[in-house]
T-cell receptor, first 112, second 115 residues
Framework: GEDVEQSLFLSVREGDSSVINCTYT??????LYWYKQEPGAGLQLLTY?????DMKQDQRLTVLLNKKDKHLSLRIADTQTGDSAIYFC????????????FGTGTRLLVSP | DGGITQSPKYLFRKEGQNVTLSCEQN?????MYWYRQDPGQGLRLIYY???????QKGDIAEGYSVSREKKESFPLTVTSAQKNPTAFYLC??????????????FGSGTQLSVL
């Protein structure tokens, strides 16, 4: 089945680390993605991880994948006020075309 | 600069009216998509097109129609049959879309509201 879940809200202070969590149910997913959406805008791809990897680091972003538990997380180090946005995780389905199933989105609020 | 342009930014629909949302891309992408976003929910796929003159229904196609006469354009019509059209609509594109790591590029969205 297709179901991607995220907590709806996260609040952190500037300079702290943020961890946004995501669970998915389809074990056949090959790629998992993190997208960022700023207010009134479209989604911007932040990073992605292949399903045979456990971790991927890209500057301040660290993605952890626990395939056994179907759990994905995004850690943002040294969170800044400009990181305030909605973060979506998404899994790709092997349907012969690029179909993404998106989570509900986590709204990150960074306070000074 | 290459990108995806959606217009208008805001759109209002009267009862019983059809409205059309525009989506144009100059990224030379083969595949284009329409998603609907409701508060507190993820994006849901309405329609997608992998090639000109061909398109398929997504998960919530009822009350919507599309056309793909040109590679650059993928307009979405919200018909009067769509009883709850108020939402944020996002258009996206990618390369052919056959593999499972074709990154999606999104437009800036259209907010549709019912008068």
């Amino acid at each position: 089945g297709e179901d991607v879940e995220q907590s709806l809200f996260l609040s952190v202070r500037e300079g702290d680390s943020s961890v946004i969590n995501c669970t998915y149910t389809d074990s056949s997913s090959t790629y998992l993605y993190w997208y960022k959406q700023e207010p009134g805008a479209g989604l911007q791809l932040l990073t992605y991880i292949f399903s045979n990897m456990d971790m991927k680091q890209d500057q301040r972003l660290t993605v952890l994948l626990n395939k056994k538990d179907k759990h994905l997380s995004l850690r943002i180090a040294d969170t800044q006020t400009g990181d305030s946005a909605i973060y979506f995780c998404a899994e790709s389905m092997d349907t012969g075309f690029q179909k993404l199933v998106f989570g509900t989105g986590t709204r990150l609020l960074v306070s000074p | 600069d290459g990108g995806i342009t959606q217009s208008p930014k805001y759109l209002f629909r009267k009862e019983g009216q059809n409205v059309t949302l525009s989506c144009e891309q100059n990224l030379n992408h083969d595949a284009m998509y329409w998603y609907r976003q409701d508060p507190g929910q993820g994006l849901r796929l309405i329609y997608y097109s992998q090639i000109v003159n061909d398109f398929q229904k997504g998960d919530i196609a009822e009350g919507y129609s599309v056309s793909r006469e040109k590679k650059e354009s993928f307009p979405l019509t919200v018909t009067s049959a769509q009883k709850n059209p108020t939402a944020f609509y996002l258009c996206a594109s990618s390369h052919r879309g056959r593999t499972t790591n074709e990154k999606l590029f999104f437009g800036s969205g259209t907010q549709l509201s019912v008068l």
